[in-house]
Structures are given as C-alpha cells and as structure tokens.
C-alpha cells in the first residue's frame, strides 16, 4: 500500500509550512525555479539554499525524509562533477550546480510533504485561474499537472519497494557494485513504470471519486488566508530575485 510517509508523499502534520497558503507556495515555487535557471551567482545559490534549509526545519517533517532524498540522488552529484571535470568547471561553478540541484528536489519535497493532494491542486487551480478568459478546463487542467508533479516521489517509491521484493528472493541491491545495480535498474524499469502507472491512475480515481468532480468548479472549504509567515516568506522570495535582478544589471 502507498504510504502516505514515504518520499514525496503528503506528511499530515500542523506547521507553519502547512498552514501556508498554496497559492503562495506555487508563487514562491515559480521564483526559486527562475533564480536557479538564471542565477549563477554563489550568494543567490547559498541563500536559497539555507532558506530550504529553514523550510525543511519549520516543516517539522522528520529530517531523516529529507536525507534520504539527498542519499538518493548521490550519482546526480557525482555525475555533476564529472561534467564539471570534464569541461574545466570551476569549483565554485561546480558547487553552485550541485546546490541547484538540492534546492529544486528538496523544495519540492517540502511543498510535497506540507501540502495535501486536494489544496495543491486548489492552488494550481486558482493561480491558472488567470487564464479564464481562454475558456481552458482550469480544474482538469490543475488535476493533471498536480498528478505529473507528484509522479517522481510515486516512481521513486514503487522502485525502493521493488527493490526491497527483489532483496527477499536473494538479490540484496546494497552489495552490488555500481554496474550491476544499473543493470538490475535496467532490467526492472518497465515492471517499475508499469507499476508506477498503475498505482497514479488509482490514486487519481481516488482523488476524483473523493475530492471534487473535475468536470465541475470546485469549491474549496477551507478557508486559505494569508498570514504572516505567507507575507514573510513571500518577500524573502521576492527580495532573492531582487537582488539577482541588481547582480544581474537588469534595474
């Protein structure tokens, strides 16, 4: 059974990253991904990464989710440097890629864990809501991107639990050397993705059946105010992509 406390997943806890406002979160969201595609300069990069870092500590999510997120993706960052080496990066360069990386995967985890399956899509829906006058099926429309968001943290869990099958009929994945684990990645990613495809479509029918009638406006029953912590961490966002627009020479 997909557990609700696995990667990815959506941890029920009361924080102040909960409380926030999904339409903020999506806003914030939207300005890290401009920085970490146009900003290259190291303060930006160190910023956003130590406001991760203080989202992950007031999400109250266990620390241990978050780790095992970074462990995952240890042949990202070797593959990093080897491209680094490879075209005679710098070390500061090469540094600033890496904390890109942690930055984009780690917030989407914390907005994975913080937010709901039904207020993410409330938020996606009411910032595409702009788009009204284009008669688009705005709720249809954030149904799906919701689902293909949360697509990754689903494939990710599918493989550890086929994984941890195959460990019990005597292949044990953590004494394999590198090449025989890609190879055993290689020879189980269809059964994974099949896997994953399922379980998403069973989910989404859950979400449809249980949530709200996609066909339809859905309305939202819980009151989503801004608060202070939305306005706090809104202008800290806003201040980031201020000062790479100074560094960047466009005011």
Partial sequence: MYSRNSFGSYYPIDSCMSRLN????????????LLVIFSMSTYV????LMLVIIMMLLSFVPIKYYLSTFYSLRYVYVLIMLLCYYF?????????YMSKVVVVVEYLNILAYTTSPSESIYGIEKFLSFFNFLYLPISNIAFKINSIL???????????KTLKASSSRGI?????????RFLLLFKIRKNIRRLTNYKSNEISKCSELRLYDIKKYRTNYRT?????????????????LYAHAIEGGLI
Wanted: hydrophobic share 55%; proline share 3%; glycine share 2%.
């Fill in 22 to 33: 999904p339409v903020i979160k999506l806003i914030n969201f939207l300005i890290i991904v």
């Fill in 45 to 48: 990069n160190i910023f956003m």
């Fill in 88 to 96: 005679h990066t710098s070390l500061e360069e090469c540094i600033v």
């Fill in 150 to 160: 949360r697509y990754f943290p689903l494939y990710l869990t599918v493989k550890y």
């Fill in 172 to 180: 044990d994945y953590n004494s394999l050397n590198i090449f025989k």
């Fill in 224 to 240: 989503n105010k801004v608060g202070f912590y939305d306005i706090f961490f809104l202008l800290f966002h806003i201040v980031l």
